[in-house]
């Protein structure tokens, strides 16, 4: 546990079960992206009921957005796995500083990589500094992605349209084009989407749209690359108590975040994190071009 942080502020160490906020108190973060040391509460983003079972030992895995959120789930869950890590973060230093100490615990090593997914050049050097490091890349989660809150598209003007695809979509074609050469059978692509891509959210217009591009990219990456064995698959959370939430809606918004689902609360970081797991070990191997909806029981989507 690192040092005056409650990573598990919702954990009963008598039942042995995590029980999750329903509400919280209304806040926003005017910095994009959002800062989770800053967030009340914490999001839960491991709990002790997980245990490793070596899926990803001698692995190594690059994680886009890993510093925080759902990325930093997925580190916990990876390293607990025995997979080597490269968390690719924008500016959260110490979020991702964070994420490395945890990790490490568990016996692997982690490199951080600050870099702006933007810039086409980002990721090949990303990718060279993965080989450097480790030798190796089995593993490549894109999960890094803004939301801007845009309750009409008259509110979306074009610098923002550009940089929602930009941040959000780009990344995606840049980062398997630069990571292919290294990838062998047996290896894997994992997208994080949302359920907006099938549902929509009218006070998320440019973010929806980039989602349904990414289910898109998904399915056609999937077909490309089956020849080669690699698999490509994504997963598609409910609303999230996550960075992301706090930095882009109201504070009236997030303070019912998630109520409105059949589950009835936010989904919280550690709960998506086995999907990722599943999807990038050899459970999987037969799995490519789906989608795992961890979204507390929204169906509206075909």
């Known amino acids: 546990m690192l040092k005056g942080y409650p990573v598990y502020p919702y954990f009963s160490w008598r039942t042995k079960t995590v029980t999750e906020p329903v509400a919280f108190p209304p806040q926003h973060q005017d910095q994009v992206p959002g800062l989770e040391y800053l967030m009340v509460p914490r999001p839960i983003f491991d709990y002790p009921g997980y245990i490793g079972r070596g899926k990803l030992k001698g692995k190594a895995a690059i994680i886009t957005g890993g510093d925080s959120g759902f990325g930093r789930a997925v580190a916990a869950a990876y390293a607990k796995e025995g ?18 100490q945890y990790v490490e615990q568990f016996g692997v090593r982690c490199l951080l990589l600050p870099r702006d997914l933007r810039d086409p ?23 890094a992605a803004v939301q801007p809150y845009t309750p009409s598209i008259m509110d979306v003007s074009d610098e923002q349209l550009e940089n929602t695809f930009r941040t959000n979509v780009f990344p995606m074609f840049y980062l398997t084009k630069a990571a292919l050469p290294y990838l062998n059978p047996g290896s894997a692509i994992i997208c994080t989407t949302s359920r907006v891509a099938y549902e929509g959210n009218k006070n998320a217009i440019d973010y929806s749209a980039t989602k349904g591009a990414i289910v898109t990219f998904i399915r056609t990456m999937a077909m490309s690359l089956a020849d080669k064995r690699i698999r490509v698959n994504g997963v598609a959370p409910g609303p999230g108590w996550t960075p992301l939430t706090v930095s882009s809606w109201p504070p009236e918004m997030v303070s019912t975040w998630g109520i409105d689902i059949p589950l009835g609360r936010a989904v919280q970081p550690f709960e998506l994190a086995p999907a990722f797991v599943y999807l990038a070990s050899s459970d999987s191997m037969f799995v490519t071009g789906q989608v795992l909806h961890v979204n507390g029981g929204v169906i509206r989507y075909s």
Do not use: G
């Not at 997979?83 to 490395?100: C, M, Q, S």
């Not at 050049?121 to 999960?143: G, K, M, P, W």
């Open 121 to 143: 050049a980002a990721a090949s050097d990303i990718v060279a500094e993965t080989i450097h490091h480790y030798q190796r890349l089995d593993i490549l989660v894109s999960n």
């Open 83 to 100: 997979a080597d890590l490269v968390i690719v973060y924008l500016n959260e230093h110490r979020d991702a500083a964070e994420t490395k």
